[in-house]
């Protein structure tokens, strides 16, 4: 009794706390407001706030005050199906598809708005060590299409939440070298849902249609660390990796027919590496006004070559090939210091996908590579307050979709995507 339920095989691909578009796979890049004015170019090297806890540790140690940062990400995802010939397969035996089309609608715009919250507390102990402690969203994703799309078979609802305490220590090892070590505890939560073609099994294809609901979670561990060294008076360059996560995801799914009765209530499980980066970052202070910052950033998503859901009775078990790619994201800032009081920032970035191709991109995660656009500003309100704003647009190439799943069911389209994203952040040192 295969029920088309393989495609929940994305149990894992739910990722960025949107749809298909905030960053590289189903990464959250948006980690720090004063980042995010600049495009996150150089943030392995900036060190400007507390928010380098997360993407290089080392650079506690240039904060030279307590200093607690609490941050808020507006996140305004789209992603518009247009259909192109999707349909059901040839249930004879003769393969192929029966010419019978897929019947729905585009499901709507499957991008829903969503808020990302980010907490920095650092503390210096003394001239050489700094401490930290990070509380972030580093995965997530929220896309939802109508019941009754022509995707409905592949994806209705796909929900993801990670949430990532991050203590860290830094250390001022020589004059010009700054190291600095964290570990990480992530909690994930996934649901998942689809519908699925009951009335194939009657011969009556698309006839009746059965729901299927996942739902799993799980707490996985790593580690991050980095290095930060002074070249010269204006030139920092650093050096960040972010280890993989393994999560064992366990939790419940469930199959109802159409009439809401419960043919499949089940314990599913499914494993998961969450995958690591490596970051490399110069920052460079052109005068007393303007400094530029850029970087280079590896992610192996190469991890991701399989997902497998294995359930109890077997029902609802399947395995879904991937074969994402690795990747890699460029940027470029630029700060410009206004006054003691206004300080002004603007970046760009390139960020590849790791998805290869139109046949293994998903309903779930239709992303494609992402050009970033984006502008930020700091205020200075007193000696204890900073308020940091940061805006940015997502331009993404119109992806691309050719799945089929393993029962034959094709969808075939093309997604009309794009971000925006808006953050604002209060700054109190102490």
Same mark, same amino acid.
């Given at each position: 009794m295969k029920l088309n339920i393989r495609k929940l095989s994305t149990l894992l691909l739910l990722?960025?706390?949107?749809?298909?578009?905030?960053?590289?796979?189903?990464?959250?890049?948006?980690?720090?407001?004063?980042?995010?004015?600049?495009?996150?170019?150089?943030?392995?090297?900036?060190?400007?706030?507390?928010s380098t806890i997360f993407f290089n540790p080392a650079g506690l140690t240039y904060l030279d005050r307590t200093e607690m940062d609490m941050g808020l990400n507006y996140i305004k995802p789209q992603s518009e199906f247009r259909n192109d010939g999707s349909a059901v397969p040839d249930f004879g035996g003769a393969g192929g598809f029966s010419g019978q089309a897929l019947t729905g609608g585009d499901g709507g715009d499957a991008g829903h708005e969503a808020f990302v919250p980010n907490f920095y507390l650092s503390h210096p102990v003394n001239d050489k060590v700094t401490v930290g402690l990070g509380i972030s969203a580093p995965f997530g994703l929220v896309t939802e299409y109508r019941d009754d799309w022509v995707g409905r078979y592949f994806a209705v609802k796909s929900e993801m939440l990670t949430a990532n305490f991050n203590p860290t220590i830094a250390i001022q090892a020589t004059e010009k070298l700054s190291l600095g070590f964290g570990v990480?505890?992530?909690?994930?939560?996934?649901?998942?849902?689809?519908?699925?073609?009951?009335?194939?099994?009657?011969?009556?294809?698309?006839?009746?249609?059965?729901?299927?609901?996942?739902?799993?979670?799980?707490?996985?561990?790593?580690? %991050?660390?980095? @290095? &930060?060294?002074?070249?010269?008076?204006?030139?920092?360059? *650093?050096?960040?990796?972010?280890?993989?996560?393994?999560?064992?995801?366990?939790?419940? *799914?469930? @199959?109802?027919?159409?009439?809401? %009765?419960t043919v499949v209530d089940d314990n599913i499980q499914a494993d998961v590496d969450l995958p690591e980066t490596l970051s490399l970052a110069i920052h460079h202070r052109l005068n007393k006004q303007w400094s530029v910052s850029a970087d280079a950033?590896?992610?192996?998503?190469?991890?991701?070559?399989?997902?497998?859901?294995?359930?109890? *009775?077997?029902?609802?078990?399947? /395995?879904?090939?991937?074969?994402?790619?690795?990747?890699?994201?460029?940027? &470029?800032?630029?700060?410009?210091?206004?006054?003691?009081?206004?300080?002004?920032?603007?970046?760009?970035?390139?960020?590849?996908?790791?998805?290869? %191709?139109?046949?293994?991109?998903?309903?779930? $995660?239709?992303?494609?590579?992402?050009?970033? /656009?984006?502008?930020?500003?700091?205020?200075?309100?007193?000696?204890?307050?900073?308020?940091?704003?940061?805006?940015?647009?997502?331009?993404?190439?119109?992806?691309? $979709? %050719?799945?089929?799943?393993?029962?034959?069911?094709? &969808?075939?389209?093309?997604?009309?995507?794009?971000?925006? @994203?808006?953050?604002?952040?209060?700054?109190?040192?102490?």
């Open positions: 990722s960025s706390a949107s749809p298909a578009a905030w960053s590289a796979g189903y990464a959250i890049q948006e980690q720090s407001i004063t980042g995010l004015g600049r495009a996150f170019a150089g943030s392995a090297a900036v060190a400007e706030d507390a990480s505890a992530q909690y994930i939560d996934v649901k998942l849902s689809q519908m699925a073609d009951l009335g194939a099994q009657g011969g009556s294809p698309q006839a009746a249609d059965g729901k299927v609901k996942l739902g799993a979670d799980d707490w996985g561990y790593g580690y %991050n660390l980095g @290095l &930060l060294y002074q070249a010269t008076d204006d030139t920092r360059i *650093g050096l960040a990796f972010r280890s993989k996560i393994s999560h064992t995801l366990k939790g419940d *799914g469930t @199959l109802k027919d159409a009439s809401g %009765n950033t590896f992610t192996r998503w190469s991890r991701f070559s399989e997902l497998n859901i294995q359930s109890d *009775g077997g029902q609802l078990s399947s /395995v879904k090939a991937e074969d994402w790619e690795n990747t890699m994201r460029y940027g &470029l800032g630029v700060d410009y210091r206004h006054s003691d009081k206004w300080q002004f920032r603007a970046g760009v970035a390139y960020d590849e996908t790791p998805i290869p %191709n139109a046949e293994r991109r998903t309903a779930r $995660i239709p992303g494609n590579d992402r050009k970033w /656009v984006a502008v930020g500003a700091t205020y200075h309100y007193s000696e204890n307050i900073i308020l940091d704003a940061g805006y940015a647009h997502l331009f993404i190439d119109n992806p691309k $979709i %050719n799945e089929t799943d393993d029962t034959g069911y094709n &969808l075939k389209g093309e997604y009309d995507a794009s971000v925006d @994203l808006l953050g604002v952040q209060l700054r109190w040192l102490m």
